[in-house]
C-alpha cells in the first residue's frame, strides 16, 4: 500500500520525530502550516492503512510510525524498478547513472558500493 504526497509529508516528520503528538507535528510543517482537523485525517486515514499508530495520554495522542522508513522507500524502488525497467536492476542502474549527472567522485563512490557488494555474495 502506498501513501499519498500529503501522506508521505507527514510520516516524513514522524520518521524524523519517532515519536510526536498532533502540536508537535503541526511545528514541524513549514508555512502555512495545516489545519489541525487536516493532520488529523490524514493520521486516521495512515493508521487504517497501518502506517501509524498511537498511544493515548488522556485527552492526547503520541503518534509513531509502524513502517521504518528504510522499508518504505525499498519498496518503492523495487516497484519503480519492476513498473519502469522491466525488473531488471541493470537498467535501472544504467539510467541513473547516466541521468542524474553524477560527479567521477560519486560514481567512483558508487563503483565501491558495487564492490563490496560483490565481496558479500
Known sequence: MS???AEETLMQILWKKE???MKDIIEAYPDPKPATTTVATLLK???DKDFVDYIQYGRSRE???LVAK???FSKHVNGLIKNF????ATQFASFFTEETN?????LE?????INDQIKTK
Do not use: C, H, V
Open 3 to 5: 501513501l499519498t504526497n
Open 19 to 21: 515519536r510526536a503528538f
Open 45 to 47: 486515514r495512515m493508521q
Open 63 to 65: 503518534y509513531f510510525p
Open 70 to 72: 528504510r522499508d518504505y
Open 85 to 88: 525497467f522491466n525488473n531488471s
Open 102 to 106: 553524477l560527479s567521477k567522485k560519486e
Open 109 to 113: 563512490a558508487l563503483k565501491e558500493i
